[in-house]
């Protein structure tokens, strides 16, 4: 069964870096979507991109964030300058156009 | 008033027992509506979509209604694998991001 895939699943950063998170949507879809979800709360949505552009994003999704689908396959999450605030788990999701939407097993960013 | 809400628990079931918990939602337009389940520290993966009519899968039934803006989800014949949380989800459209509530939290016991 075709899944989502994310790398790497722990991220250690210090504040102030830059991080890339990356993942592998499944491959005939066309939604991707980044959440995140800080220990202890809900999942939260960041952004969502079609057709190669952001089609929404949340306030959590400020300057500092931005999203590349730099080839046919992979769906990235840039942090410029990460702050303590930004650790939690980043979830990657895809749909193919229906309202389903499948998620990837995430990335653990712990800003130190 | 949050989103989407649900009672976080825990609900503590015996073993081949049934629960019941609920959700409400604020946002009237909101269109599709599912239950996932995430175990501890893993994504969220789907359960089941909730059609109006209501729908049923296995031991699970979920119920939507649209005029008290609420779905439920019951399980029978809890198992020990069934221990998770939750997460009631909704969103306004296909391609259209995915509100999550803040989960319950179901322990199994034997």
């Known amino acids: 069964e075709p899944e989502v895939t994310q790398t790497p699943s722990h991220q250690v950063t210090q504040m102030g870096q830059e991080v890339i998170l990356r993942c592998v949507p499944i491959?005939?879809?066309?939604?991707f979507y980044w959440y995140r979800q800080i220990l202890g709360q809900k999942v939260e949505f960041l952004v969502s991109f079609y057709n190669n552009e952001i089609s929404e994003k949340s306030e959590i999704f400020d300057d500092q964030f931005s999203v590349e689908r730099p080839d046919g396959s992979n769906f990235t999450l840039k942090i410029r300058s990460t702050k303590l605030e930004d650790s939690a788990m980043y979830f990657c999701?895809?749909?193919?156009?229906?309202?389903?939407?499948?998620f990837g097993p995430g990335t653990r960013l712990l800003v130190l | 008033r949050k989103e989407v809400e649900q009672d976080p628990g825990p609900f503590n079931v015996p073993e081949g027992a049934t629960v019941a918990f609920n959700c409400t939602y604020s946002n009237s337009a909101s269109q599709s509506f599912f239950w996932y389940r995430q175990d501890c520290r893993k994504e969220p993966k789907l359960l089941m979509s909730?059609?109006?009519s209501g729908n049923e899968d296995g031991r699970f039934t979920a119920q939507l209604n649209r005029a008290s803006q609420y779905i439920s989800l019951l399980i029978r014949d809890s198992k020990l694998s069934d221990s998770a949380t939750y997460l009631c989800?909704?969103?306004?459209?296909?391609?259209?991001?995915?509100?999550f509530g803040g989960g319950t939290r179901v322990l199994v016991k034997p």
């Open positions: 909730v059609y109006s």
């Open positions: 999701a895809s749909g193919g156009g229906r309202e389903t939407q499948y």
């Open positions: 989800v909704v969103n306004k459209a296909a391609g259209n991001k995915l509100t």
């Open positions: 491959s005939n879809h066309l939604y």
